[in-house]
């Protein structure tokens, strides 16, 4: 089956640094989303991405279809972006990424 | 828009008891709703999908007669687990698609589940 795998697994930042989230995927998928989880377990619509770039504020995120990655950038963090963040991918079924853990220290 | 509700967002129940866990479409119809299995710390894992009206498709390594789904109506589904054991605890999560612009997944907050 695809794999969906994430990097870095864990982020620790100071408020206002930029990073930058991966998610790899090994075969071709329909859609592509990103989450992030809070740490009370609601997960929040970030981007609905199956290609091309989106921006949403302090977010974006640009999918590379053909080379199978997508790429989440979060710009100038603030500790409320402290989470889980989640791909997911659609193919014959949903498939979660394996996430990655950021912490944003004031 | 597009808000799914979860209820209960908790629950305790005893070993060999039943317990069922409602998701809600509140302000779209959802044609197809998820339901996931989180263990702490690590990622979601997909359980089953249900499309409005028709048997629910479960994944290989989870036991329809354990986890019964229903999808009865275009904004409400149901997860019973039943005969429930300890080794069901766990964090289990649904989500809603919609058609047109909604067509991606909106999560609910999540049930925890405890089994004693």
């Known amino acids: 089956g695809i794999q969906v795998e994430q990097s870095p697994p864990d982020l620790i930042l100071q408020e206002g640094a930029n990073s930058t989230l991966r998610c790899n995927f090994s075969?071709?998928?329909?859609?592509l989303q990103w989450f992030h989880q809070n740490p009370w377990g609601q997960l929040i619509n970030l981007f609905y991405?199956?290609?091309g770039t989106k921006q949403n504020g302090r977010l974006s995120a640009t999918t590379v279809a053909t080379e199978r990655y997508s790429l989440l950038y979060i710009s100038s963090s603030q500790t409320t972006d402290s989470g889980v963040y989640f791909c997911?991918?659609?193919?014959?079924?949903?498939?979660f990424g394996t996430g990655t853990r950021l912490k944003v220290l004031a | 828009g597009a808000v799914v509700s979860q209820h209960p967002s908790w629950v305790i129940c005893k070993s060999g008891t039943s317990v069922k866990i409602e998701c809600r479409s509140l302000?779209?119809?959802?044609?197809?709703m998820f339901w996931y299995r989180q263990f702490p710390k690590k990622s979601l894992m997909l359980m089953a999908t249900?499309?409005?009206?028709?048997?629910?498709?479960?994944e290989q390594g989870v036991e329809k007669d354990k986890f019964l789904i229903n999808h009865a109506s275009l904004t409400l589904s149901t997860l019973t687990v039943t005969s429930a054991h300890p080794e069901d605890s766990s964090f289990y999560i649904c989500?809603?698609?919609?058609?047109?612009?909604?067509?991606?997944?909106?999560f609910g907050p999540g049930t925890r589940l405890t089994v004693t």
């Open positions: 989500s809603a698609r919609g058609r047109g612009i909604l067509y991606e997944q909106y």
């Open positions: 075969d071709s998928v329909n859609n």
């Open positions: 991405i199956p290609s």
């Open positions: 997911a991918v659609e193919a014959y079924k949903y498939i």
């Open positions: 302000d779209f119809q959802a044609t197809t």
């Open positions: 249900s499309n409005e009206g028709s048997k629910a498709t479960y």
